[in-house]
């Protein structure tokens, strides 16, 4: 609901338990009012408007106003150069080096529903039911320049989306500096700052400070949104709990370089921005042309930092995530990767393959190696055809003898990427992106396709046309696995950002039963932009259940779980050498998107009985994983102990982890799971053996029993242990 008060120019947006208030202040520009908790719609909210006691030595913003220094008041796309000294939400340089803008009031309009963006990911709505937008329109006389600013508030979801378009009316260029997609003032600092921070092979570990005055910020200038932190922050009230207490939550639908950016000014106010990363970013607006920024969402819960990730999952799973895919269930895959690596051929293949689906697999993945002469990671790159030489039937005859055997088949690529020893850099080195007369950097023995030419963009959507037409693919893993240098001009990474979204959006249209999963070295582009294209993502390169515990439960924060692949692989580990039991490694795998990377060929008589147990457990729960909505219970970045549950909608039904990961001696007797999400007045069948009232388990939880004290030298180790509780509603 968008109400307004056109006598006094006040918008109040307003959800279900939200509220969004702004004003037109006196000198034309955007005042914030409020952002909370719901209030109720007033005839004027003037009285949120104070006029603050300035001191000695304020610059006033106009001569005939002493008064009115706008570092004084909390705004929503604040410029800087004219009394505000705070970091602005764009900047813009003029032909004659003048960098002051001035963006008045000049009208607005409401209209029911939401408009997508050009050339960029979005949320979306499927009716004009579910919400409105408001679009503030802004000039620059000066400059010629409008400034559109829209804001949407969806009914029945506590999520506010943002962004900002230029249009340049005038003849002179101008130069974009900066442009966030959004600004929020917040009238305290008591919050703290929660990110998502890591590396590769650690991707999305949850990071928690305290905001302090001056400035506090996360950022990728990598060309992605990488493993090293994620487009996507919280604040939270300090006694903010998972499930009680207010917070806030900001993400970017974008995928490559970004800033979110926290700044608490010398009167204790908080300023929050967030939107392409302005350090060497510089676009040309030339007269006539427009500019979007990305689109920014907001969500506030009074309800803890579950309730605000269920929105985000909620909102990511219906209205962000398209196509057929989006309310499937998700097949259960093989992957080939860390069983052979580089080392297979057509008849190792085909025999996976047959195994995969005798065992109850739904899907095998050919990964790297497929093409080219590629028989490591040093070559062929951008050679999209078949290497005859494993494969003597072309990818065409190996799908279909893998399909005829009854299991889909899905192929990896990395289409963004190509090898120095290849074809195609033979015939196009200039597609390289890179810098003329200047060394370039390698990474994984591979250069960067520059996406920005149109010519590049083409040659990979027809390459990739041919292999999905003539072979039955229902599957693409498409990785990336370097980050950019020797970038060439300052507008180049946001270039092809967009020309990778033009490539997926022709793609993704024109094969829409293809099955996309993103990857780029496990989670280094695990985003919301990508997620528009791709409903799930390879959410870590590290297999091992331990550090994925941290991983998928640091992921979650923002994720849903059905966007998230977990993968059982082998022991020791491949990448922490970590041992660890089938059963471990399975429970979780399963809160995620389920799949398998092991040489099936090994398997004995008794680990082929226990994978086909897992996999019918894993088809039996796929829709409530998949589908439900996901409780943290406990956090493993806080003790030695995780716990996670999912519960229907119905709440008739529900599935709950509970992982400990060393050994303790002694432990008591009173350790236990206290579970959320229930109804208190049902009664639950837990793992067919006893029964209990939702209050009681949301109460008291679920006891353990007391662990054995005395174990003989052949027992396993009692180490990164799991136990799995299956609710069912008594009938």
Known sequence: MIYINESTLEFHLQSSNMSYIFNIMKNGQLGNLYFGKKIRNRESFKHFFNQPEVGIGIIAHHENDPG?????????????GTTDFRKPAFQLESEDGSRIADFIYKGFRVYRGKNSLKGLPSTYMESVEEGDSLEIELEDTTLNCKLFLTYTVYKDRDVITRNARFENHGEECIDIHRAMSFALDLPDYNYEMIHLSGAWARERFIKNRKLEVGCQYIDSSRGASSAHQ????????????????????????YS?????????????????TMGINPFDFKWELKGGESFQTPEGIIVYSDRGMNDLSQT????????????????KERPILINNWEATYFDFDEDKIVAMASKAKDLGFELFVLDDGWFGKRVDDKTSLGDWFPNLEKLPNGIKGLAEKVVDRGIRFGL???????????????KHPEWVLGVKNRKLSMGRNQYILDLSKKEVRDYIVDILSERFSEAPISYVKWDMNRNMTEITYQDLPHKYILGLYEILEKLTTKFPHILFESCASGGGRFDAG?????PQVWTSDDTDAI????????????YPLISMGAHVSDIPNHQTARKTSLKTRNDVAV????????NLLEFDSRMEKDVKKYLEFYKINRKLIQFGDFYRLESPFEGNTAAWMVVNSERSEALVGYFTILAEPNPGYNRKVVLKGLDSNKKYLINDKFEAYGDELMNMGIIFPQPERYFSKDSETQDFKSKIFKLKECK
């Open 547 to 558: 550090v994925r515990l941290n991983i998928q439960h640091g992921t979650s924060l923002g």
């Open 256 to 272: 490559g370089n970004f800033l979110a950016h926290v700044e608490v000014d010398h009167f204790d106010a908080t300023r929050v």
């Open 591 to 598: 809160f995620g998107n389920f799949g398998y990377e092991l």
């Open 230 to 253: 994620n487009p996507f922050i919280i604040l939270k009230r300090p006694e903010t709990t998972e499930h009680v207490g207010e917070s806030i939550g900001f993400t970017l639908v």
């Open 312 to 327: 985000f999952h909620k909102l990511f799973k219906e209205r962000l995530v398209r196509g057929e895919w989006r309310d």
């Open 530 to 534: 990508m997620l528009y294209y791709m």
């Open 412 to 426: 990896w690529f990395e289409p963004e990427m190509i090898s120095k020893n290849s074809e195609l850099y033979e």
């Open 68 to 80: 009115f220094s706008l570092e004084y008041y909390k705004q929503e796309y604040p410029s800087y």
